[in-house]
Each structure stands twice: as C-alpha cells, then as structure tokens.
C-alpha cells in the first residue's frame, strides 16, 4: 500500500472519530508567498511563511469551542492554488475541512486570500480577504486569523474557546486490572497455558497536561505496577502451576482524545519471580523458583466513566529474560481510582 493511501486512510478514520470525539478539525494548507517585487531571479529580502504564521496565532489552541486548527502536514511545497486542487486534497486525505489561499506583496501594499473548503458541502464556504501596508505584514496575518475567528463564532454561532484551565499537579491513581495471559509462542508456550492475570498499581502524575500534541493534552505517568498471573501445564506435559509475581516500573505517556477517551503507550523495565508447583504422582509436590529481569510494554485506553473514576483495557507484552525468553502477552480490564484529581467525563471531553 502507497504512502498517500495509508494517509488517506488514516486521515478518513480521523475524520469519522472527530464529530465523535468532539471536535472540529480545519486544515490549514502551505500558503504560497508572492513577492511581485523580486525580479531577474533574485531572492526575497526576507522570505515569509503565512501558514506558519497564523498557526501560530493559535498555537493548538481552540479557535472555538471543539474547534482546532491544524496544520496539513502531508502538503508540501505551497499547497493547492485553485479550487479545483483544494477539492482533490480534501477528497484523497479525508480532510473535512481545509483553509488555503496565498499573500502576495507589491512595492507599497499585501493583499492575502484564505478560503474555506468544505468537503460535504461541495465547495467554498466562505472566502476571507486582507490587505495592508508592506511593513505591517503581521497585522496582515492578525486580521485573517481574526476575520476567521469571527466567522466560526458569529456567523456559525459557535461559543467562544474557553479559557485554558491551569494544569492540574501531583496527581495519584490507583489501577485495579484483572485479565488474562499467555506466552507468546517458543518452548514456553508448548509447556505453560496461561488462566488468570491480576495487577494492583500506583501511578503519579507530576503536571496534567504537560504539553499538546496535534492540538491533543498530552502527559506523562510514573507508575509501580505489582501483578500476578496463573499459569498450568499444557496436555500431555508433568501436572504443574507456575505462580508469576511481575513488578513493573514502566513511564506511560497520554493523550486525550476528548469525550472522556484517553490513550496511551507505557514501557519500563521487569522483575519476574515464577514458583513452580509440581505435583509427582508417587510423591510430594517439588517446589522451585526462579528470577529473571525483563522489560514491558502496554498499549493502553481508558474511558472516564464518572469524576476520578476511568475504566479501560491494557494490553501488556512482558519479556523475562531467561536463558530461553519467556515472552507473554496479557490483556486486562482495569479500574483506576484518581485520588485528589478533579478529573470528570465532561472536563476530559473539553
């Protein structure tokens, strides 16, 4: 499969979970720099770069309420001049919406165009047009980022962005997990079949959200996970439990992705202790352990389901390091206490 169709595919999938998610994302394309006073091949005097620079008037932050602007990373060069190019960007990447245009300088004045694509409505929503003086260039840029501000808020009626709330600090939880394991093929998988898996954990988080990414809170959690998993011999190998205490040190990072969902990616380093319980036919049951460093990653996703309270799934993939690796997999249900967080279903939809 082509680059431009995993971007496309990732990009409608985006565009589906966005409504859902609440939120509105706009695309900003390159915008193209044209200075009329360049001549015989000679370099602007000071290049400019107008899509970065209303980006920046925002800085992913709410240009409305659930609306952000975003910038169309998979455009290169200066992005689409015409409608017509403007239309197929937004058809082949998924894009629901898309803003494009172009500043052109003459010798005394800047004149700037943004237009407003819409992909479902079939064309241009609205136009945007600027002018100014050629040594005021960022008060260009200010009054089209404040002519669309306006545009989303008094002529579509959307509220005004609310005000960022302050970061919240120091925040602990307690996750509760219970689930499954497995070993992941080799000789431990024709030997140990996996029942139960269950896990007590603490995690702290030192600032929420600690920065954003693709207009996303984004943070970071220090966790000490205690888990203990349940394993029995396979058909046709000596009657055996293995008891498997894990410890677990990993750093999980977050987004929010509005709506109360929240995803994640954890890794750190393992600690495993196995007890084998062998049970002789004509004699007593031989008991041995063994220890083994190791290291974990978990793909994580929690729902907030009331304040200080999220429900989700965790999927972890353990490595003990022994002589011949024992490599598991262990999916599990996990209930997380927030505690002195102000945390609810409505603000992590915000």
Not at 5 to 25: F, I, K, N, T, W
Not at 36 to 49: L, P
Not at 217 to 231: Q, V
Request: hydrophobic share 45%.
């Amino acid at each position: 499969m082509s680059r431009s169709a995993v971007l496309a595919a990732v990009s409608a999938v985006l565009a589906l979970l966005s409504p859902r998610l609440g939120a509105m994302e706009i695309y900003l394309a390159p915008m193209a720099y044209q200075d009329e006073t360049v001549r015989d091949g000679t370099e602007a005097a000071s290049a400019r770069h107008p899509a970065a620079d209303l980006l920046k008037r925002f800085d992913g932050s709410r240009i409305a309420d659930g609306v952000f602007l975003k910038d169309a990373v998979e455009l290169s060069g200066e992005g689409p001049r015409t409608y017509l190019e403007a239309a197929r960007y937004c058809e082949s990447l998924g894009y629901p919406y898309l803003l494009y245009g172009f500043v052109k300088r003459t010798e005394y004045s800047l004149y700037a165009e943004l237009k407003l694509l819409e992909r479902d409505g079939k064309g241009v929503a609205v136009a945007f047009i600027s002018g100014d003086d050629t040594a005021h260039y960022d008060r260009l840029i200010d009054d089209l980022a404040g002519k669309l501000t306006g545009y989303l808020r008094n002529d579509l009626g959307l509220a005004p962005a609310p005000p960022p709330k302050p970061p919240a600090r120091n925040l602990m939880a307690v996750p509760m997990g219970a689930g499954w394991w497995s070993p992941m093929g080799g000789a431990w998988s024709q030997a140990v079949a996996g029942l139960a898996a269950a896990d007590l954990s603490i995690r702290f988080v030192p600032v929420r959200p600690l920065f954003t990414l693709w207009a996303r809170p984004c943070w970071l959690a220090l966790g000490l996970d205690a888990g203990y998993a349940l394993g029995s011999s396979q058909p046709g190998v000596e009657n055996f439990f293995l008891h498997a205490a894990r410890i677990r040190l990993p750093v999980e990072a977050f987004m929010d992705l509005g709506g109360g969902h929240h995803v994640g990616l954890g890794a750190g380093p393992l600690l495993e202790v196995d007890t084998v319980a062998k049970s002789q036919l004509y004699g007593s049951t031989v008991v041995s352990s063994s220890v083994a460093p190791g290291a974990s990653v978990s793909l994580l996703y929690h729902y907030v389901v009331a304040p200080s309270v999220t429900l989700g799934l965790v999927n972890t993939f353990d490595a003990a390091l022994y002589s011949t690796p024992l490599l598991s997999w262990s999916p599990r249900i996990v209930l997380e206490l927030w505690l002195g967080s102000e945390q609810s279903a409505g603000e992590a939809g915000r």
